[in-house]
């Protein structure tokens, strides 16, 4: 009983987390994110200022941005999952992106716009997505009455008929009867009383003529925002008219034969897109982008460093020039319309172990006034990481192996011994953070999961003992690997 009471209390307290003080936001965080107190505080101070802003005047408003902030720290140890849970929580538009992934303009790659365009193209199918979603069940209606039609008109002629093509399919005889002796009404359809259309209803729910084969027209998909634009820079940016279709022509239905299973989804889908306006969640959508925006920029440190003139980094301080217009605000032409990234936030990260944050060029360590140092997890973190968190990574392995009927127990020394095996693994080899207790859950467990067919009905514990003996190879084959070239 208390589960139940507690979930929706949950559930209200994620929908107002915008409104939520610092504190509340840093305990919500405590409960997926092991440690990282400084990191934490940062991102709900960055959070509870985006309400602030929302409670002043227009005026005052646009003269606020977001304080963008720099993460600094070894990997594995929870940058990007502390920022996508945030994104989460908020519902709000979120990317993450890796800054060696873009090159200087010039160069034969990806530019740094494309940073906006991608949010704006995730952000508008999320969202619409979730229209979908929000009138499924009258779709669903629609698209029945719709099936209702066709199955009426196609038992009739008796072109009703299997997947195989050869037999006809099955329909009661007084249906059969009413649909042949109903006449067509002036848009060629079949009318038949409103009983017999509740009884084709019921089969179609029933999923009894799901094999049937049947005759639909289908109107393709015409996207109005499809690309009529040529990206390039803002002054070469322009329509392409010639290549745009005349306003109010829509695309020429068209005849498919499916079955109706298929039917129902083709359908479905179809009235889904009549009922949602893309317009209006177009426009939501850039709103969102815009006001809510947060892009993680992953790996900042690969680009770090200047006067590289040749090799792999030749365009790293390009690339840093390149995002500075973006992090400051600029407007960026995506097909769907200008945006605006004043009041985005940025969020980036780096392990910066070969070079240092001031070797980024000036001007983007200025866009980045907060700095906050993550540090490397020690024992006492990774055994919490394994039993911990909501979702945590002995509970996730429970759960899987729950459907195979074995048990799996998890003793505090069996759970001691991964961490320190992970954590020692990462001192002699490298350090990779918590991402090392997957490798030595993944080798605890090797045995079981192969053999949880043939072991159903059991229960499994394990403890420092069996994690010692099947770890044993782990620790010895990564020593090893320090010296083969």
């Not at 209006?280 to 850039?286: G, T």
Request: proline content about 5%; charged content about 30%.
């Amino acid at each position: 009983m208390a589960a139940e009471t507690a979930a929706p209390a949950t559930h209200r307290k994620r929908r107002r987390i915008d409104a939520m003080t610092p504190s509340e936001i840093v305990l919500e965080l405590d409960r997926h994110i092991i440690g990282q107190g400084a990191a934490k505080r940062a991102l709900a101070i960055a959070l509870r200022n985006r309400y602030r802003r929302r409670q002043l005047a227009s005026e005052d408003r646009r003269a606020i941005i977001p304080k963008n902030i720099m993460m600094i720290g070894p990997t594995g140890v929870g940058k990007t999952e502390m920022v996508r849970m945030v994104a989460r929580m908020l519902e709000a538009p979120f990317l993450k992106v890796e800054a060696t992934k873009y090159t200087e303009v010039g160069y034969v790659g990806r530019d740094v716009e494309s940073i906006i365009l991608d949010l704006v193209e995730d952000t508008v199918a999320r969202l619409h997505d979730r229209r979908l979603q929000d009138v499924q069940t009258k779709a669903e209606k629609r698209a029945t009455e719709r099936l209702v039609d066709y199955v009426v008109a196609q038992a009739a002629t008796g072109a009703l008929k299997s997947a195989t093509g050869r037999a006809l399919v099955r329909v009661p005889d007084g249906l059969r009867a009413a649909a042949a002796a109903a006449p067509d009404n002036s848009e060629g359809r079949v009318e038949i009383d409103e009983m017999s259309r509740r009884r084709i209803g019921r089969m179609l729910r029933s999923e009894k003529l799901d094999n049937a084969m049947i005759e639909i027209e289908v109107t393709p998909d015409l996207d109005p925002y499809d690309a009529f634009w040529d990206y390039g820079t803002p002054e070469s940016a322009q329509y392409s008219r010639e290549a745009m279709p005349p306003p109010g022509i829509r695309s020429r239905p068209r005849s498919r034969v499916v079955c109706v299973r298929d039917a129902k989804r083709i359908l479905a889908r179809e009235e889904s897109n009549k009922l949602v306006d893309f317009d209006a969640v177009v426009d939501e959508a850039l709103e969102r982008v815009e006001e809510n925006g947060i892009v993680f920029i992953d790996e900042i440190d690969k680009i770090a460093g200047r006067g590289n003139e040749s090799g792999a980094d030749v365009s790293g301080e390009g690339v840093q020039r390149d995002l500075l217009p973006i992090i400051e605000g600029s407007v960026v032409m995506t097909r769907y319309g200008p945006v605006g990234s004043h009041r985005m936030l940025f969020i980036a990260a780096g392990s910066f172990t070969k070079v240092k944050p001031s070797d980024l060029i000036p001007e983007l360590q200025g866009r980045f006034p907060l700095r906050v140092e993550l540090g490397a997890l020690g024992r006492t973190e990774l055994e919490e990481i394994l039993v911990r968190p909501e979702h945590s990574l002995c509970s996730q392995y429970q759960t899987l192996l729950a459907t195979e009927k074995v048990e799996l127990e998890f003793t505090p020394d069996g759970i001691a011994e991964m961490a320190r095996v992970a954590w020692e693994v990462n001192q002699r080899v490298e350090d990779i953070g918590a991402r090392r207790l997957h490798t030595v859950l993944e080798q605890t467990l090797e045995e079981i999961s192969f053999s949880a067919p043939e072991m159903a009905g059991s229960t499994v514990s394990i403890d420092g003992a069996y994690v010692r003996e099947r770890t044993a190879s782990l620790v010895a084959s990564e020593d090893l690997k320090r010296f083969i070239l």
